[in-house]
């Protein structure tokens, strides 16, 4: 079985520009989530997605925004994009229940 | 808020020089507790689940263990290839949607 894709895996931004990370879970993995890795902060949730609603979010500004997409694919979006919002951005797909299986993630970078 | 403690930070060690990380949690009701292994620049890769105390999983040199406040992977005649981040991370049962993980261990094993 395939594993949880993400593209793209680089990105070079500016500040105050606006950016779309995208996912594509395990097949037959209906939740998605999202998790933002940084060295000070390690992987916090950012939030999650099951057939198409957003069941939960994390303590993220509104800046942070997804959606997903009735084949299970996801995006998450950045607007006004900020130097801290420098990160690893991980996308996780689960079954119902049971673990979560990441992707390789997107490596942001915000100048 | 569920709070997971690993430690310690990083561990040096010599090939065949078995050691033991140690992930400490205080969550309200566990449903799982999870081991990650991660390589620099990827995402986590899955482990171990591990639901109620006292159980225990094996995988190649990897043993993880579970009491009611801690968690012990246990490393048995690592080798270099055992080299890695490793993250433990607990789903509680009022927030099953999301992991909140620990800081990480970081494993050197020197040939």
């Known amino acids: 079985k395939a594993g949880v894709t993400q593209t793209p895996r680089y990105l070079i931004k500016t500040r105050g520009q606006q950016v779309t990370l995208s996912c594509s879970p395990i097949?037959?993995?209906?939740?998605v989530s999202w998790y933002q890795q940084t060295p000070g902060q390690g992987l916090q949730f950012l939030f999650e997605y099951f057939s198409e609603t957003q069941r939960n979010k994390g303590n993220f500004p509104g800046r942070f925004s997804g959606r997903q997409f009735s084949n299970s694919r996801s995006e998450m979006n950045v607007s006004t994009l900020e130097l801290g919002d420098s990160a690893l951005y991980l996308c996780?797909?689960?079954?119902?229940?049971?673990?979560?299986?990441f992707g390789p993630g997107t490596r942001l970078t915000v100048t | 808020e569920d709070q997971v403690t690993q430690s310690p930070e990083a561990l040096r060690l010599q090939e065949g020089e078995s050691s033991s990380l140690n992930c400490s949690y205080t969550v309200s009701g566990l449903r799982g507790l999870f081991w990650y292994r991660q390589d620099p620049g990827k995402g986590p890769e899955f482990l171990f689940t591990?639901?109620?105390a006292g159980e225990e999983k094996e995988k190649e040199r990897l043993k993880a263990t579970l009491t009611k406040k801690e968690s012990f992977l246990h490393i048995t005649a690592p080798k270099p290839e055992d080299s890695a981040t490793y993250l433990c991370?607990?789903?509680?049962?009022?927030?099953?949607?999301?992991?909140?993980f620990g800081a990480g261990t970081t494993v050197t094993v020197r040939a």
């Open positions: 996780a797909s689960r079954p119902q229940v049971g673990e979560q299986y």
């Open positions: 097949s037959g993995h209906r939740s």
């Open positions: 591990l639901y109620s």
């Open positions: 991370a607990v789903q509680s049962r009022s927030n099953d949607y999301k992991l909140s």
